[in-house]
């Protein structure tokens, strides 16, 4: 079912609101996980803290996990470190991060410019789509594929849908509330695929399916309550605390590890799998056409990561596991292309924790031959999901060109509109890719 979103009203929120949560005293605990000893203390250092620490992300390159403490567990967590013989870091953490930045939504049209420069509001993000969905009637429809727990209109984006069966590239974005850069990427995709002429004969091959906020709630809670927030919003019965992750509650292997099944863990997987709608929505709406999509890619952040399954458990390989390295290794590349930056392609459940019941192992599972999850930046400061907005635009451009590759590939192998040659491996397309790129980047005119 196809809709016009409602035009929403523009909400003015002014100051700094006094119940946005403090984190006075919190700390950043940074370890280093080289050392094959730390690394098993790390495994199971919900064991060995007595608790699971909130887990914010991981600096491969130095090979460093972040964790977040709170101020009442800073000093238990130091002598626990210190009598297990662990070296860490305790950092400050950043106190711009919650600082909430809550601008006046602007009374007008939400622009590619905003999508640029500032995160924006769930309602901007609908603003933002409507506008793009009445600027390019034939090749964007809006598609409602559901509500969240609060009854935010949870919104699939179709790009190049002709009615015909053409292979699917499906994108979604921000299942973890406080991920924030990720709904910018997912704008922004969707902006750039339809605006510009280049990108028509990949459209005409392969669709594009982008659901910028797969957790509405969630996400205006961390905009204007807890910027730390992740999970959903749902309440549970006799529950203390609101809200399950999401990206523990798709229904394969759901519960087993890496996982809590206590209300207020930020793990906590959900009462049963797809307890929360907008998993059951997400998962409705995929298998509705799951024959079609060939590319997937869930967009999380912060550790510059292009993740693999299978994620449930280690040591698990899909048995095409091979051609899921190598476009990944082929995104990577594009990435590193626009301006260096490097990302790491691994194992979900190989890197540092396995966690089951996540939307690319259910993905894969359904047959979706490339299943990715995508941890943007950063990796290398301490803002973490707080990425500063002046960095939002270069995570854009980056990510585009790791999904134009993905769907590239997914043309090449799986379209029946071939365009030019019929090169059909990986590092020929990307490396026809990249000289495209080079040339572009070039400004030379050539198509
Ligand atoms: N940071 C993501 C999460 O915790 C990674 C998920 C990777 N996928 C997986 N199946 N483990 O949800
Ligand atoms: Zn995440």
């Not at 270069?394 to 071939?418: D, G, H, N, T, Y």
Request: net charge positive; with cysteine.
């Amino acid at each position: 079912m196809l809709l016009q979103l409602l035009s929403l009203s523009v909400v003015f929120i002014s100051g700094i609101s006094a119940e946005y949560k403090n984190y006075d005293g919190f700390k950043i605990l940074e370890v280093n996980f080289q050392n094959p000893r730390v690394r098993k203390y790390i495994q199971e250092i919900d064991k060995n803290l007595g608790f699971m620490p909130d887990f914010l992300g991981e600096n491969w390159k130095q090979k460093q996990a972040h964790y977040f403490i709170d101020k009442d567990s800073v000093e238990n967590v130091k002598t626990n470190l210190a009598s297990n013989n662990i070296t860490y870091q305790m950092r400050d953490v950043n106190p711009q991060i919650f600082k909430v930045r809550r601008r006046r939504d602007i009374n007008g049209a939400i622009t590619i410019n905003d999508v640029n420069n500032r995160y924006l509001s769930y309602d901007e993000q609908m603003q933002f789509l409507n506008s793009i969905a009445q600027q390019y009637p034939n090749d964007v429809k809006l598609q409602k594929i559901g509500n969240s727990y609060e009854g935010r209109s949870l919104n699939a984006v179709r790009i190049g849908d002709d009615g015909s069966s053409k292979p699917i590239v499906w994108i979604d974005a921000g299942v973890h509330a406080r991920e924030w850069i990720s709904y910018n990427v997912a704008l922004y995709l969707v902006y750039t695929i339809v605006s510009q002429p280049a990108y028509r004969d990949l459209l005409n091959a392969v669709q594009l399916v982008v659901v910028p906020n797969t957790n509405p709630d969630g996400y205006e809670y961390s905009r204007t309550n807890d910027r730390m927030w992740r999970k959903t919003r749902s309440r549970f019965s006799n529950g203390r605390c609101s809200g399950a992750d999401a990206n523990r509650n798709y229904p394969f292997f759901w519960g087993t590890q890496g996982v809590s099944h206590s209300q207020c863990s930020e793990i906590y997987c959900g009462s049963r799998p797809q307890s929360e709608p907008e998993v059951m929505a997400l998962t409705n709406a995929i298998q509705r056409e799951e024959t079609r999509i060939k590319g997937y890619i869930a967009l999380h952040s912060y550790g510059q990561e292009i993740l693999y399954p299978w994620g449930h458990t280690m040591r698990t390989y899909p048995s095409d596991v091979q051609d899921l390295i190598q476009v990944g290794k082929a995104m990577a590349a594009a990435i590193r292309a626009v301006n260096n930056t490097d990302y790491n392609v691994v194992n979900s459940g190989d890197g540092l924790y396995p966690a089951a019941g996540a939307s690319d192992d259910w993905a894969k599972s359904r047959g979706i031959k490339y299943s990715y999850t995508i941890e943007l930046s950063p990796i290398d400061d301490y803002t973490g999901f707080s990425l500063p907005e002046d960095r939002i635009n270069q995570v854009c451009r980056e990510a585009f060109q790791a999904i134009q590759v993905l769907m590239i590939e997914v043309r090449s192998k799986f379209s029946i509109r071939q365009t030019t040659s019929s090169a059909s491996s990986t590092s020929a397309q990307s490396s026809l890719l990249l000289k495209r790129m080079r040339t572009a980047v070039r400004g030379s005119g050539r198509g």
